[in-house]
């Protein structure tokens, strides 16, 4: 996985919930350090949730590589480190 696959996911997935265009959303590092993402989701071991504050929506990544968005599971998932 590329260190902006998760980022991409992410905004991909927040963009589908709004059924908007990703370029038209906030940049996401107004909301949170891309790089704590892309670290967290190199994590190889140990099960996490880590959810965090994107805009209007609440976003959570799985360390099986699940991103939900307002609690509704997307499509648009990164794959996980071991994967």
Do not use: R
Not at 3 to 14: E, I, L, W
Not at 39 to 65: A, I, M, P
């Amino acid at each position: 996985m590329t260190q902006t696959d998760v980022v991409t996911s992410v905004v991909k997935a927040v963009a589908a919930q709004d059924g908007v265009e990703p370029a038209e959303l906030d940049l996401l590092y107004e909301y949170i350090d891309p790089e704590i993402l892309e670290n967290l989701c190199d994590q190889e071991k140990g099960d996490w949730n880590f959810t965090f504050q994107y805009s209007d929506h609440q976003v959570t990544l799985t360390h099986e590589g699940q991103i939900f968005v307002d609690g509704i599971l997307h499509t648009t998932s990164m794959s996980t480190a071991g994967e």
